[in-house]
Structures are given as structure tokens and as C-alpha cells.
T-cell receptor, first 114, second 108 residues
Framework: DGGITQSPKYLFRKEGQNVTLSCEQN?????MYWYRQDPGQGLRLIYY???????QKGDIAEGYSVSREKKESFPLTVTSAQKNPTAFYLC?????????????FGDGTRLSIL | KNEVEQSPQNLTAQEGEFITINCSYS?????LHWLQQHPGGGIVSLFM???GKKKHGRLIATINIQEKHSSLHITASHPRDSAVYIC??????????FGTGTRLTIIP
């Protein structure tokens, strides 16, 4: 079955450490997105990518980095510059950016600080 | 400013009740999405609509473009419908703006 796989499900970060969240999709989608979810707030866009080797900052990109070397993969690195990384992170993908299409979501990664 | 507001924030109902969750948005949109977030955190897309009404099983989504308002209805609610329901809007581009969600609890 096609879908989006995020790993790991739970992740712990030490002070000063970079951590990378994995997102893989086999839906042949061009566009991929990373969102952050905090209690009481709507999902906020961190980064998005419309094609391979291209990505744009979302609303809260500071302290994060991404790459899009393959169509199927869009990893997110939470750097030590992100001072409040504890949150639930969701990856999503969709067809043909620029048109109204439903986004497909992964099951999320919950990141906590040790 | 592109904004999406949902109400209520929390909703508890008895099994079998008819459920309505509301969503309003600030300016014209190109599409409105309803999503369901399970207790484990995964999100499923329920509906995408730009006009009128859509139905899938016991779920119905409606949108009134003039009033900038959408509703999600659940008929004959069941405990398995307990989840967070999220409204999101495309304000003319591919990015989504999300509401804060409605936590629905159905009591047997």
C-alpha cells in the first residue's frame, strides 16, 4: 500500500545536538511538507518542497534544515539553534503543487528534550 | 491576514448524537479541507471542498462561500469517531492554513 512513513515515532534530543527526522513516501508525489504541532495551536509549516533539489522556507523555518535529494525522501534536521524543539512533527505530501489537492500525512514523530 | 477558526474547541456527546463542528475563515479561499487526527497523532484527510456539500458514509461536509463558513457533521456518532477534527484552508496557494482543531469525545 502506498503511504508516508515517518521515523522514528519518538525521538529524544540532548542539549546542543542535531537530530534528523525521516520522511519517505511511495505515492509518487511531487510536493512534500514538514509541519510542527504544539498543544492548542494549529499545524505550522516549517519547510516545503515542490520538486527534487528545491525547497522553500515556511512560516517557522528558523532552527531547522531540510534536503530533497530524492523524490521519495524529505528529511528534516532539527538543529541546536532551535531552542524549543519539543513538539509533534508531521510530514505530508501531495500531487502537483500550486493546485488544490488533498495532502497525505504520516503518523508523526514526537520530539522531546532530555 | 489568512485565518481559520474552529468551534467548539472540545465537544463531548453521547453515542448516537448528531455532531456539528464549525469552521470560519477570514478571506476568500480556493479550497477547504477537513482532517481527522487519531489519538496516536496520524492525520487522515476526510474532505476537500470548494463549494456545496460532500458526503462519505456518516460524515457530511458543507461550505457556504458567501458566509466564509464550513461545517462538518457526523450522523449516528460512535465512540470510534472520537478524534481531533481539523479544518484547513488554501488561501489561493498550495500552502494550508490550519485551525486549532476540535477534540470530539463520544461516550458509549
Amino acid at each position: 500500500d502506498g503511504g508516508i512513513t515517518q521515523s522514528p515515532k519518538y525521538l529524544f534530543r540532548k542539549e546542543g545536538q542535531n537530530v534528523t527526522l525521516s520522511c519517505e513516501q511511495n505515492l509518487n508525489h511531487d510536493a512534500m511538507y514538514w509541519y510542527r504541532q504544539d498543544p492548542g495551536q494549529g499545524l505550522r509549516l516549517i519547510y516545503y518542497s515542490q520538486i527534487v533539489n528545491d525547497f522553500q522556507k515556511g512560516d517557522i523555518a528558523e532552527g531547522y534544515s531540510v534536503s530533497r535529494e530524492k523524490k521519495e525522501s524529505f528529511p528534516l534536521t532539527v538543529t541546536s539553534a532551535q531552542k524549543n524543539p519539543t513538539a509533534f512533527y508531521l510530514c505530508a505530501s501531495g500531487f502537483r503543487p500550486g493546485l488544490n489537492q488533498p495532502q497525505h500525512f504520516g503518523d508523526g514523530t514526537r520530539l522531546s528534550i532530555l | 491576514k489568512n485565518e481559520v477558526e474552529q468551534s467548539p474547541q472540545n465537544l463531548t456527546a453521547q453515542e448516537g448524537e448528531f455532531i456539528t463542528i464549525n469552521c470560519s475563515y477570514s478571506v476568500g479561499i480556493s479550497a477547504l479541507h477537513w482532517l481527522q487526527q487519531h489519538p496516536g497523532g496520524g492525520i487522515v484527510s476526510l474532505f476537500m471542498l470548494s463549494s456545496g456539500k460532500k458526503k462519505h458514509g456518516r460524515l457530511i461536509a458543507t461550505i457556504n462561500i458567501q458566509e466564509k463558513h464550513s461545517s462538518l457533521h457526523i450522523t449516528a456518532s460512535h465512540p470510534r469517531d472520537s478524534a481531533v477534527y481539523i479544518c484547513a484552508a488554501n488561501f489561493g496557494n498550495e500552502k494550508l492554513t490550519f485551525g486549532t482543531g476540535t477534540r470530539l469525545t463520544i461516550i458509549p
